[in-house]
């Protein structure tokens, strides 16, 4: 029987038709039963990262790779080990391959708590150099993935560069850590006040639980078996920056609100001599008061004694060139700006904080412990020919009055130590510097 036109058409359309449902039929996880309440399609494995790559998108995961040894040999770094962060620190700050300005700190494990503070008031790029021993890696290790997932302002601001021992070898990756679950789920820092003083969200403080435990196990830089290198740990957090300027401050120093913001409109004007470093002058604060936001409430607090100069108790003369009198009286300029009220040359021993340019030399790696360290880079600069300008309306505070008794039992002979290494530094630095007629 001849079979019509239009019947050839459909018997054509159907035989398509099964051939198509035939295929599917063979592809995994799409054929009967591969939906839903059926089998489940077989993912395809991919191929992870190399070791120490970045995992984008894998917030709270550790790359560490075999990580670098330092020219002693006695420490080994590893740069960006949350692993996602470029020369911009990601696309949401929308920054070139070079920054204008950064902030690079360092910190043992101890004292993390510090670290969701300072990114809110700071609120701009962060390089924080971490420090662990055999004896606290694992929970400085679980403590990063924490804060990476659930403080989104250390996720979205601060790069970490872990050191260890050389003997120490960490595994090349992480295994991730239990998520955090009940309670805030939005994490990070709640900004109760526009630039005054954070107040953690309760899944970031519970993150956070792991270093409240250290602090029980040990105090300041009475690390177990283990030296604390602070300024190798200095160097590093600025080599993280690619930075045309760096503030270089201790972690639980904090900066006035909007420093990072009125530093940039400052640095920007392009007006700045090559051989300046701005100086920050330094506060400790009693620890029942809340952080001052601006200068005005920051005065307000230093008449009544509740705020004091840095290390007023423990060593005066260490801060006392900034010339405090002066600078709490200054009145305020015409405009919000940052401006440079005056100029200082250094006076031994002063150890200001300050915002620099990348040029400026390194710390000298040597001195670790207690003593010494920022002197030393302070003395370099004055010798190499620096200014150092006292801004305006710019100041750090440190949460808590210094007192003798919080140290750790070391602490003087680690000072005796670094004082006869600072006496070979100033040898060398006219060695060093043989046309420069200044001297520490």
């Known amino acids: 029987m001849r079979c019509s036109p239009f019947r050839a058409t459909v018997c054509g359309l159907v035989l398509v038709a099964g051939l198509q449902l035939l ?5 995994p996880g799409l054929g009967p039963g591969g939906g839903g309440k059926g089998r489940r399609e077989r993912p395809r494995p991919r191929p992870g990262p190399e070791p120490g790559a970045r995992v ?24 960006d080990v949350t692993g996602r962060r470029g020369p911009g620190f990601g696309p949401g700050l929308g920054l070139g391959l070079t920054l204008s300005l950064g902030l690079a700190t360092h910190a043992s494990p101890n004292n993390l708590h510090h670290l969701p503070g300072l990114a809110r008031r700071w609120q701009g790029p962060i390089s924080l150099a971490l420090f662990a021993s055999d004896s606290d890696l694992p929970e400085t290790l679980q403590v990063l993935q924490l804060l990476d997932r659930h403080c ?7 790069t970490v560069t872990l050191v260890t021992p050389a003997s120490l070898v960490p595994p090349l990756t992480v295994p991730r850590a239990p998520a955090l679950r009940g309670g805030d789920e939005r994490g990070g820092v709640r900004d109760t006040e526009a630039e005054a003083e ?30 604390y290198p602070g300024n190798l740990l200095r160097n590093a957090a600025r080599r993280a920056l690619p930075a045309r300027y760096v503030a270089v401050v201790d972690v639980d120093m904090l900066p006035s609100g909007g420093l990072h913001r009125r530093l940039l409109r400052l640095l920007d004007t392009g007006a700045q001599p090559a051989n300046t470093v701005y100086v920050l002058p330094a506060f ?17 607090l230093y008449q009544v004694g509740e705020v004091r100069p840095f290390y007023g108790e423990l060593c005066p003369r260490c801060q006392a060139p900034t010339n405090y009198s002066r600078w709490i009286n200054l009145k305020p300029g015409p405009n919000a700006g940052l401006s440079v009220a005056y100029t200082l040359g250094w006076i031994d021993p002063w150890e200001p904080f300050y915002v620099g340019p990348s040029s400026v030399p390194p710390y000298d790696e040597r001195f670790e412990q207690y003593g010494f360290n920022r002197i030393s880079q302070a003395c370099e600069l ?27 039992a070391q602490k003087d002979e680690e000072n005796r130590s670094n004082r006869a290494l600072f006496r070979q530094f100033k040898q060398e630095l006219k060695l060093k510097y043989p046309e420069s007629a200044r001297r520490c």
């Open 56 to 79: 984008e998108g894998d917030a709270g995961r550790l790359a560490l790779g075999v990580g670098q040894l330092e020219p002693s040999g006695r420490y080994r770094l590893y740069p």
């Open 23 to 27: 295929y599917l039929g063979l592809l």
């Open 382 to 408: 004055h010798v190499a020919g620096f200014l150092f300008a006292v801004l305006d309306d710019a100041f750090l505070v440190h949460k808590g009055f210094k007192v003798p008794g919080e140290f750790h």
């Open 284 to 300: 400790e604060m009693r620890r029942s008061r809340r952080l001052p936001a601006g200068k005005a409430e920051l005065q307000r």
């Open 152 to 158: 989104p302002g250390v996720r979205e601001l601060v």
């Open 198 to 227: 954070p107040e953690l969200w309760p899944l970031c403080r519970r993150a956070l639980e792991p270093v409240y435990r250290l602090r029980a196990r040990y105090a300041n830089y009475g690390l177990p078996n283990a030296s």
